[in-house]
């Protein structure tokens, strides 16, 4: 980001850190207790879509352990900088125009995203193409186009699948 002076020592990189801080407060907590419904997540291959600073993506590294792997994506990836992982991926991404791997991911996980972008439909059914088979789609956002009240849950070709349950692919 180049520097804007806002007020009289803010810039607008420390302004967006800031906003980006709070929601990571307010926000954290419910999404950990969420993904933690998953069941064990070891060895799992995580994707996170507009990663920010990088919260979610640094509890999913712990979570996976050093058999699984975590690619953290945003448009501005100055915020992830300071992270550091054997199996972390750290990914310039526009989630609207840049491709996906198929069937590469156990877990896509986006937080306060899709209601911004438009086509948010077609979003999805990339991002669902990006799951291995029994894999899970986790967005959720502040609009009920996303979902404000929930979750909500994709996992492509397998019936709705229960809390705690694993992907059935092979790691």
């Known amino acids: 980001m180049t520097p804007t002076t806002y007020g009289f020592f803010d810039t607008a990189e420390q ?35 507009g990663a920010g600073t990088g919260s979610v993506a640094s509890w ?9 792997h975590v690619v953290a994506t945003d448009i501005e990836t100055t915020g992830l900088e300071p992270l550091r992982a054997a199996n972390l991926e750290v990914r310039y991404h526009n989630v609207i125009v ?3 791997e198929q069937s590469g991911y156990d877990l896509i996980h986006a937080r306060l995203v899709l209601e911004h972008l438009p086509q948010r439909d077609v979003i999805a059914a990339k991002l669902t193409r ?3 088979p029994g894999g899970w789609l986790r967005s959720y956002g502040r609009t009920r186009t996303c979902s404000s009240s929930g979750w909500p849950t994709v996992s492509p070709k397998s019936p709705s699948p229960s809390p705690g349950s694993k992907p059935s692919s092979s790691r």
Not at 18 to 23: E, I, K, W, Y
Not at 60 to 68: H, R
């Open 15 to 49: 302004v967006e850190r800031a906003r980006l801080a709070t929601h990571n407060g307010l926000w954290d907590p419910f999404t950990f207790r969420k993904l933690r419904e998953l069941g064990d997540l070891a060895g799992w291959r995580c994707l996170e879509i």
């Open 60 to 68: 999913l590294l712990e979570q996976v352990g050093a058999a699984g």
């Open 98 to 100: 840049d491709p996906l």
């Open 130 to 132: 990006a799951l291995r």
